[in-house]
């Protein structure tokens, strides 16, 4: 316990999965938070996203370590309204330790228009770019970047255009190339923060057990033999992504990941790309 006691953590995305795990835990090693979620549904993503109960429930989730939170229903797509939400809650914490840019969607299907390709990348890739930039004028020596690719993203982007591997349709393609650029814009970062002792690292998961897995439309990319495929379709196919027999690695595991990088444990870690994936990047 008290990891990154006395730091304040921003978390993009965190009014369910990832995104909330990572708060609860940050929070639980001793920082303050503040959190970030559209609590709205996007055009083009099929699943539901957060809520403003998620919003509210996350932030009672992390009260109960004791440690004060401060939330917001953001659209990191706009930068402005970041920029106000963030000087508001480093007005009331008193300072910005860690930004952890976790928001994220993966609209899939064979059908969809361009727009869910515009939709994904704006979300995965220039939200991610909004939050750092936004975040940098609170930022100081010691303080720490977390961005959150994708392993799929990176397997999609060796195997090369027209392949299936990795998310498949016009949001698969947006999800893709965002999750490439987020991996080739935090080690850019990473160097050019370096001087003022300000690392900037990315964790790249693999299958997560969080709502954006479970849903028909990634079920269908993993059994498209099947019409309607349920979970228990998928769960046999699932496996296949990981070099280790397992379906799918939970939120937890990942927060592990981010927890270590925004402690000072890490404190001359910067520019790496974590990997956990359970072997997939070996296994591709």
Known sequence: MGRVENKVVLVTGGA??????????????????????I?????????????????????????????RVVSAAVDVRDRAALETALAAAVAELGRLDVVVANAGICPL??????????????????GVVNTVHTALQYLSAGASIITVGSVAGLLAEKAGPGASMGPTGAGGAGYNLAKQFIDKYTLSLAGQLAPLSIRANVVHPTNVNTAMLHNEAMYKMFRPDLEHPGLDDALLTF??????????????????????????????????????????????
């Open 39 to 67: 609590c709205a549904d996007i055009e083009h993503n099929d699943y539901p996203l957060a809520s403003s109960l998620d919003l509210e429930e996350a932030c009672r989730e992390v009260e109960k370590s004791g440690h």
């Open 239 to 284: 496996p296949m992504m990981q070099g280790m027999p397992i379906p799918f690695v939970e939120p937890e595991d990942i927060s592990h990941a981010v927890t270590y990088l925004a402690s000072d444990e890490s404190r001359y870690v910067t520019g790496v790309q974590l990997k956990v994936d359970a072997g997939a990047s070996l296994k591709f």
């Open 16 to 37: 369910r999965g990832q995104g909330r795990r990572h708060a609860v835990r940050l929070a639980e090693e001793g920082a303050d938070v503040i959190l970030f979620d």
């Open 109 to 126: 299907g064979g059908n969809q228009p361009i727009g869910a390709f515009a939709n994904a990348f704006d979300v995965d890739f220039v």
